[in-house]
């Protein structure tokens, strides 16, 4: 008896958290500010949910930052986005380290200047010890890229005679995906009113919740979090099979 509680109640807590960063321009827009003060402050509401979810007790955050897609914005925008990133980088990370998290990043970086690269580099060496929370950020991210970049991989292997074609099933796909390190999603929050997926994770949602909320993500508190969160409890969780 004991047993089957404890696994209701684990299962009505996420493990793994997943966001959709959204809404930083219609934030600045609606104060007549240009969009770039829209992602300084959405830069803010990060530190805000990182700290959160160590509070919530949350063992996977993944943020999705910056998309493949994204970089068909304009120059300009796209160059801010990449300084604010560079500046995160540089002042954050002393922070993460200390507070127990361990930073990851998915996501092209054949893309990103070297520098950024060095960065990111630097941030997973130096907090790759920690193991309160995983932080994992898409930057340069497409799901659909990711899984191509799988398949190619895997054909690669099979090409060279490392692997049978039949012996390819979910687990071994899985191990080509850049979230290997991770478990599936268990929610998934978009802010900003938008209800769709936007090319994030589509292999690692599979049977994810969804939680979509009004709240422009700069605005985007602990207390959006915890109530996302407690949404996420009231679901039922049915993988395709019958609850009684
Ligand atoms: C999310 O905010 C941040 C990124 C996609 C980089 P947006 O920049 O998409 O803001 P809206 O959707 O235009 O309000
Ligand atoms: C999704 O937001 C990508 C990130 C939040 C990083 P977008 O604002 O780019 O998504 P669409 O274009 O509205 O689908
Ligand atoms: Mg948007």
Do not use: C
Request: no cysteine.
């Amino acid at each position: 008896m004991e047993s089957v509680l404890m696994h209701a109640e684990a299962a009505s807590y996420p493990q793994h958290d997943a966001i959709i960063m959204d809404g930083n321009g219609r934030w600045a827009s609606a104060r007549g500010l240009p969009r770039l003060a829209g992602h300084a402050e959405g830069a803010k509401a990060v530190r805000r949910t990182v700290e959160a979810s160590k509070k919530l007790g949350l063992r996977y955050l993944t943020l999705y930052g910056f998309s493949m897609e994204n970089w068909k914005r304009p120059v300009r925008e796209v160059d801010d986005l990449m300084h604010l990133f560079r500046h995160y980088l540089r002042e954050e990370i002393a922070g993460l380290e200390n507070e127990g998290v361990r930073i990851y990043f998915i996501g092209d970086r054949a893309r990103l200047d070297p520098d950024i690269t060095s960065l990111i580099e630097t941030a997973e060496q130096k907090t790759g010890d920690n193991t309160e929370l995983y932080l994992t950020v898409a930057i340069s991210y497409g799901s659909r890229q990711e899984i191509v970049a799988a398949a190619r991989q895997l054909a690669k292997e099979v090409e060279g005679g490392k692997l049978a074609a039949d012996e390819i099933d979910e687990n071994i796909f899985l191990g080509r995906l850049s979230t290997g390190h991770l478990p599936d999603a268990d929610l998934i929050i978009r802010t900003s009113g938008e209800q769709r997926i936007s090319n994030f994770l589509l292999w690692q949602a599979a049977y994810a919740e969804l939680v979509f909320t009004d709240v422009l993500w700069p605005d985007f508190s602990g207390e959006d979090l915890r109530r996302s969160i407690e949404e996420y409890g009231r679901r039922e969780r049915r993988y395709g099979e019958i609850n009684n």
